[in-house]
């Protein structure tokens, strides 16, 4: 079923079209910035379009004489009541409050479905998030990219996108090789020997004695005494193993699951790397030359050294980076080249998630992904804030037992699932956050994850409460009731799905959260208006057609929240 929004979008491109056909309006112009949206004074109308201010100097027409020509088309329609200019040439329209009470039909009928857009199209995207190292349990660092990643890929889902769900494993550098002597100090620990405090620059959390325990069962003391080379390669992939073990199920606590877990030794060991070297070479875009002296104090012993470099700063780049090292091993950047020329065979578009920490790296990707795919595929990169956790305002203590850091299995245990994954979606995702436990389970307006579940589960309450007054909740009701103070809850209500789109566009799944939170509060102060006005409450003493209907109203709010719920991860509740 259309929704209002996108009905009113097509009403304006008809009229657009009609223009063309009538020779007012010239043919071809570009309409990709035409909108239907709410004005920002709701007195100003119901709805507003800009499509007169973008198309009048394609069309070289005066915006106003081109809006008049268009709210010649607009005023005709059954729906619109009235249909204005503005100031240089927007339209404001009023519409018929049945045009409201037909979104709510269409909330009603679809159901779980209202608000999902074709606007993907179908087309597959690689969302790539968390791909932290594999060096021991998850821990608060991870999780706000983590739930942002996730809520993205689900909101993308939701618009009509494919979408892959991708963690990169970052298990062929330098810090599996310690987490590999780390777990061989736990094994010799295993066997009996007293290790005393872990070295400077080991990993020290207890999580790795299990790993050592089961390298010990299953070895005893055949690696005892014996030179690296003889247990490096098996120590650090049973570590690793171990460790992907944890941090699936940390990630399983908070409802996230990866379609797929790439390797980055996996792409060294198929000499990914290698292929992307030879394609930039046949396109010029990669050559033997020397870098650049460091800035600053140079160091006496620096000497230029010939290394393949990557013509980066043809696309934007601030300088041609190498990919690999002097010893002919590859780069960090030289493997995450060709890493996402992997991810490009099986996407139209990918995304990459990632640290505020990374933002020195964004435009020598993208300049890699760029090169690689011919610029064909649109590549983003989201950077995500670090998390300050607090407890009463206080800064959190760390934890011993995972190695001075607070895991995110501890902190969902704690308050749960959904009051972590809404959370960490209120605010935008490059913004600095904190997350205080006293606050978080906080029941107060001010704590949106409260607000939002309470504003559904109060109109489950309803229903019950609406039954056990003896009135039949599942009555047909009678849309014509609504006065104009009920629409507009459901003005707001219909507003989800071009919110859907505009955060799937934008790549922000705080919109959702921001929305949620409008349209909760929404529905409190519709509530509270009936503590002081009897007429104006949901359950009407006396007047059942009344009450049904405004039953009606409520359980579209009801199931607007429960989607957007959906595309956070979080589960609606039924009573507080």
């Known amino acids: 079923m259309s929704t209002l929004y996108a009905r009113f979008a097509a009403h304006v491109d008809a009229a657009l079209d009609a223009l063309e056909t009538d020779g007012v309006l010239a043919r071809g112009l570009d309409r990709r910035n035409v909108t239907v949206e709410p004005p920002r004074d709701a007195s100003h109308g119901d709805l507003a379009t800009n499509a007169a201010m973008v198309l009048s100097k394609g069309a070289k027409m ?16 059954d729906e619109v009541v009235s249909a204005d200019i503005a100031g240089p040439g927007f339209i404001n329209m009023r519409l018929a409050e049945d045009a409201w009470r037909s979104e709510l039909a269409a909330i009603h009928a679809s159901g779980a479905d209202y608000g999902k857009s074709a606007m993907g199209a179908g087309k597959t995207v690689n969302i790539e998030y ?5 060096t021991g349990p998850m821990h608060m660092g991870h999780c706000r990219g983590a739930v942002v990643g996730d809520a993205l890929a689900s909101l993308l889902g939701f618009a009509g996108h494919d979408v892959i769900r991708e963690y990169y494993v970052n298990d062929a550098g330098g810090q599996v090789d310690v987490l590999a002597r780390s777990v061989h100090l736990r094994y010799r620990e295993a066997l009996g020997e007293a290790i005393g405090e872990i070295p400077e620059g080991l990993y020290p959390g207890d999580y790795l004695i299990p790993v050592g325990q089961k390298l010990a069962a299953e070895h005893r003391d055949a690696f005892v005494g014996k030179p690296e080379a003889d247990w490096l390669k098996l120590f650090r992939e049973t570590a690793v193993a171990a460790m992907l073990v944890m941090i699936k199920d940390d990630l399983a606590l908070l409802g996230i699951h990866h379609d797929v877990f790439a390797s980055e030794a996996v792409v060294q060991a198929e000499k990914k790397p290698e292929a992307a070297e030879a394609f930039l070479r046949e396109r010029g875009l990669v050559y033997d030359g020397e870098l650049e002296a460091p800035k600053g104090e140079v160091d006496p012993d620096w000497e230029p050294v010939t290394l393949p470099l990557f013509r980066s700063t043809q696309f934007g780049d601030d300088q041609d980076r190498p990919i690999k090292k002097s010893n002919g091993s590859w780069t960090y950047f030289g493997a995450d080249m060709a890493y996402h020329f992997q991810k490009a065979q099986k996407a139209d578009a990918l995304i990459d998630i990632w640290g505020a920490d990374h933002a020195g790296t964004v435009k020598r990707i993208r300049a890699a992904v760029e090169a690689l795919t011919g610029g064909t595929k649109p590549f983003d990169v989201k950077l995500v804030q670090m998390v300050r956790l607090l407890r009463g305002g206080e800064p959190v203590k760390m934890s011993k037992r995972a190695g001075n850091f607070v895991t995110l299995a501890d902190v969902v245990r704690e308050v749960g699932k959904d009051v972590v994954r809404f959370t960490m979606l209120t605010r935008k995702a490059d913004a600095q956050m904190d997350f205080d436990f006293a606050k978080v389970v906080e029941a107060s307006k001010d704590n949106p994850v409260f607000y939002v579940q309470y504003a559904h589960a109060r109109i489950c309450s309803l229903r019950r409460r609406i039954g056990e007054a003896g009135m039949d909740v599942n009555a047909a009701p009678e849309p014509a ?5 009920d629409l507009d809850l459901a003005k707001l209500a ?15 799944p705080h919109r959702i959260a921001f929305y949620l939170y409008d349209l909760a509060a929404a529905f409190h102060a519709f509530w509270n208006v009936g503590n002081d006005r009897p007429d104006r409450r949901i359950l009407v003493v006396n007047n059942v057609k009344l009450t049904i209907s405004r039953l009606y109203l409520a359980d579209a709010i009801r199931q607007v929240i429960a989607n957007g719920l959906s595309i956070m991860g979080v589960q609606p509740v039924q009573e507080m």
């Open 130 to 134: 968390v791909s932290a190292n594999p």
């Open 62 to 77: 005066n915006p106003r004489a081109l809006a008049e020509a268009i709210v010649g088309r607009l005023s005709a329609l």
């Open 494 to 508: 219909a507003q989800f799905p071009r919110i859907v789109e505009s955060a799937a566009l934008a790549r922000e």
């Open 481 to 485: 009731l609504l006065d104009a103070e």
